[in-house]
C-alpha cells in the first residue's frame, strides 16, 4: 500500500501522536508507511510527513493496470479465448476479465464462457469476484467467525473456500473484537513499556467476579475511577468529622476559661492562675483557627475536586460506550454479509452443476445472473469488513487517547489527595507542636506514596490482556 494516495475525511489537528500530520478535511496524502497499530505515515503536496489515524482517510481508488507480459507469455496472451483480457492487480497479481460478461477470474481461461473450468467434483468452479476498488476479492472462510489470511495458492475469486486444517487462522473475533490468533501471534511491543500502562493491558473483556456476565477491560477501569470518588468521597466525610471535633473541643476550653472558680486566689498565686485560665482562652483560639482551616484547605478541596472528576468520568464512559456499539453492529454486519456470500455460492454451484447435466442458454443466463450475484455479494462483504475496520480502528484509536487520560486523571487524585493530606499534617503541627510524634509516621508514609508503584500493583492484579486489535484480515 505504500506509495498509494488517500483522501482526508476529517481534519486532524495531529496533537495525538508526538510527529502527527496536520490536515483538513479534503486534502490528498501520499502514503509512505502502513505498519500495525491504525496509524499511518504520509506526506502532503507541501512536502510535509509525520503520521495520522488510517479511519481518518480514504484510499483512492486504483484502476487496474493492463498487465506486462513478461518473457514466454507472449504467445500464451495471444490463445486467450474471445473477449478475455489479462490485467495485473495492483499487488502484482495476473487475472483475466471477460469483456463480454464481466466475469474475472484468477485463472487462465482455457474454455469458453460460461463453462466451468475444473470439474464439479473439485468444487471448484469460475465465479467473477473483482472488487470495487480494483482489487480481486480474496477467498474468504464461512465457517470461522474470523477472516483468514489471503493463501498463495490460486484460487477462483469469489468461489467457495473450503476449511483447510493444515492452513492456521492469522484472527479470532471475540465480542466483536479482533485479535491475532494465538498460534500465529506476531511479537507486540507495548505502547509504554515498564509502565504498566492502562492503555496496554485492558483490551480484552473478562467474566465479573460471580462468573456470569462479561465485563470489559474498560469497564473496569471505571470500575476502578468511580471506586476512587467513593474513596475520595469518605476522605471528605472523615474530615468534616474531624472538624467538628476541634470545634467542640475549642468550645469547651473557652467555656472552662472563662470559669469562676478559684478566682479569689490572691498574691503571686493568683497571677500564675489568671494567666493559666487565659492560656486555656488562647489554645480555644488556636483550636478555632485549625477547624476552620481544615474545612477551607482540605475538607472543601476534596468535595469540589470529586465533583469535577465525576463529570470527567461521565464524558469517557459514554463515549467509549458508544464506539463499541457501533463496533458491534459493524460486526453484525460482517457476519451478515458473510451469509450471503456463502448462500450466493452455494446457488452459482448448484446451477453449475445444472450446466454440466444439460446445456441451455437459460441455463448459461441463469449461471451468469448468479455470477453476478455472487460478485455484488462479495463486494458488500468487502465493504462490511473496510467499515468493521474502520470501527475497530476509530474505537483503538479512542481507547488509547482515553485510557491514558484516565491514568492522568488517577495520578492527578492520588497528587492531589497526598497533597491535602500534607496539608493536614501540617496544620497540625503548626497546633499541636507537643503532639508531633503522633503524625511523624503519617508525615513518613505519605512521603512514600507513589502513583506509578500504586498503579503497577493494581495492573497486576486487575489486567484482562496485553494483547491490542488488529484488523480483521481477508
Known sequence: MSGSRCQTLYPFSGERHRQGLRFAAGELITVLQVPDGGWWEGQKEDGLRGWFPASYVQLLEQKPRKATPQTGEDTLNSHLPPGWQSYMSPQGRRYYVNTFTNETTWERPSSVPGTPKSPVSQKSSAVNGYHISGTPVHQLD??????????????????????RRQSKESSLTINSVTFPHPDVMPEQQLLKPSEWSYCDYFWADK???????????????????????????????????????????????????????AAQEEGTLGEAWAQLKKSLADEAEVHLKFSSKLQSEVEKPLLNFRENFKKDMKKCDHHIADLRKHLASRYAAVEKARKALTERQKDLEMKTQQLEVKLSNKTEEEIKKARRKSTQAGDDLMRCVDLYNQAQSKWFEEMVTTTLELERLEVERVEMIRQHLCQYTQLRHETDMFNQSTVELVDQLLRKVDPAKDRELWVKEHKTGDIRPVDMEI
Do not use: C, W
Open 142 to 163: 464461512s465457517g470461522h467467525m474470523s477472516l483468514r489470511k489471503a493463501s498463495g495458492d490460486p484460487q477462483t475469486p469469489g468461489s467457495p473456500a473450503a476449511p
Open 207 to 261: 467474566k465479573d467476579s460471580q462468573g456470569n456476565n462479561t465485563v470489559s477491560g474498560f469497564e473496569i477501569l471505571l470500575q476502578k475511577q468511580l471506586k476512587g470518588k467513593q474513596m475520595q468521597k469518605e476522605m471528605a466525610e472523615f474530615v468534616r468529622e474531624r472538624i467538628k471535633i476541634e470545634e467542640e473541643y475549642a468550645k469547651n476550653l473557652s467555656k472552662l476559661s472563662q470559669n469562676s472558680l
